[in-house]
Nanobody, 119 residues
Framework: QVQLVESGGGSVQAGGSLRLSCAASGRTFKWYSMAWARQPPGKEREFVTTITGRSDSTYYADSVKGRFTISRDNAKNTVYLQMNSLEPEDTAVYYC????????????WGQGTQVTVSS
């Protein structure tokens, strides 16, 4: 079992930056691939970015490439999402998720943190 707690959300004007953090419980954090997903108002949840346990591979949705950066610190059991050049379309609840080596999907999710970008 992995418990995830996001922080760092808030309100920002377009063009601004925010950094989200996700703290994970457990001693096997380094074995989990991590992801950030978001759910805009009235829309489906979508994956934004993922990172492997050793940070040797990352994925970014086209909508955030060049603006968002995922990183992790396995010593601190924490994954980060640096968001730059924010746009009103980035407004959403952002979720952290974890997937173990044997999991085909992401079974562990945080409670979410709100990000609001105003124009």
């Amino acid at each position: 079992q992995v418990q995830l707690v996001e922080s760092g959300g808030g309100s920002v004007q377009a063009g601004g930056s925010l950094r989200l953090s996700c703290a994970a419980s457990g001693r096997t954090f380094k074995w989990y691939s991590m992801a950030w997903a978001r759910q805009p108002p009235g829309k489906e949840r979508e994956f934004v970015t993922t990172i492997t346990g050793r940070s040797d591979s990352t994925y970014y949705a086209d909508s955030v490439k060049g603006r968002f950066t995922i990183s992790r610190d396995n010593a601190k059991n924490t994954v980060y999402l640096q968001m730059n050049s924010l746009e009103p379309e980035d407004t959403a609840v952002y979720y952290c998720a974890a997937r173990g080596y044997a999991d085909r999907e992401y079974p562990y999710w945080g409670q979410g943190t709100q990000v609001t970008v105003s124009s």
